[in-house]
Each structure stands twice: as structure tokens, then as C-alpha cells.
Nanobody, 114 residues
Framework: QVRLVESGGGIVQPGGSLRLSCVGSGFVFNTFGMKWFRQVPGKERELVASIVHDGSITKYGDFVKDRFTISRDNTKDELYLQMNSLKPEDTAVYYC???????WGQGTQVTVSS
């Protein structure tokens, strides 16, 4: 079955960096676009970034403003989100998603706090 496992979350000070990873299995990873979402309790899940199957096209939510970079390594079936210049408002649970499906990982908590 499809499985997505995120990692890399944690607690970081404002201005710091984190790199999230998502390992996919149970599907042909290199044929699907992938997305990162995030969610704060009481709010809707919002799209952070997306990447097409071969990594050639990426898109970001307006709030990212060149701070985050989505990438993938299809040889490892892994998706990444490099997050720099983190702000307290980036605090959320981050999820990876197979584009166009209801397959989600369990999420990884990112907390930005001094």
C-alpha cells in the first residue's frame, strides 16, 4: 500500500533552517507530482509547495517568498523541503502528499520559537 513517512521537523529559533524529508513507498514515485502542505490547529491545511514528477517545475505558496525550496530525489523515492529564514508563523504540522490523491503522510511538527 502507499506509504509516506515525513521526518526532519523540530524546534528552531526564528531565522533558523530545517530540512524536511518524505519517503514514499507502494507507488511509482517518479511518475507522480508531490506536494507539501501544512496545518495549524483550527485552520485549513494550506499548500506550501509542489513539484512535478521529474522535478522540472516547482511552485510555492505566496507566503514562502523565496524562503523554502522543494526538491526530490527519484533514485531514493524521497521528497524534500528546505526551509530557511523561518518565522514563528511557519509553526505547523507539515505533510507530504501525492499530487491528485488522498495519500498523506503522518506529518512532522515544525515549531519556530525563541
Amino acid at each position: 500500500q502507499v506509504r509516506l513517512v515525513e521526518s526532519g521537523g523540530g524546534i528552531v529559533q526564528p531565522g533558523g533552517s530545517l530540512r524536511l524529508s518524505c519517503v514514499g513507498s507502494g507507488f511509482v514515485f517518479n511518475t507522480f507530482g508531490m506536494k507539501w502542505f501544512r496545518q495549524v490547529p483550527g485552520k485549513e491545511r494550506e499548500l506550501v509547495a509542489s513539484i512535478v514528477h521529474d522535478g522540472s517545475i516547482t511552485k510555492y505558496g505566496d507566503f514562502v517568498k523565496d524562503r523554502f525550496t522543494i526538491s526530490r530525489d527519484n533514485t531514493k523515492d524521497e521528497l524534500y523541503l528546505q526551509m530557511n529564514s523561518l518565522k514563528p508563523e511557519d509553526t505547523a504540522v507539515y505533510y507530504c502528499n501525492v499530487w491528485g490523491t488522498q495519500y498523506w503522510g503522518q506529518g512532522t511538527q515544525v515549531t519556530v520559537s525563541s
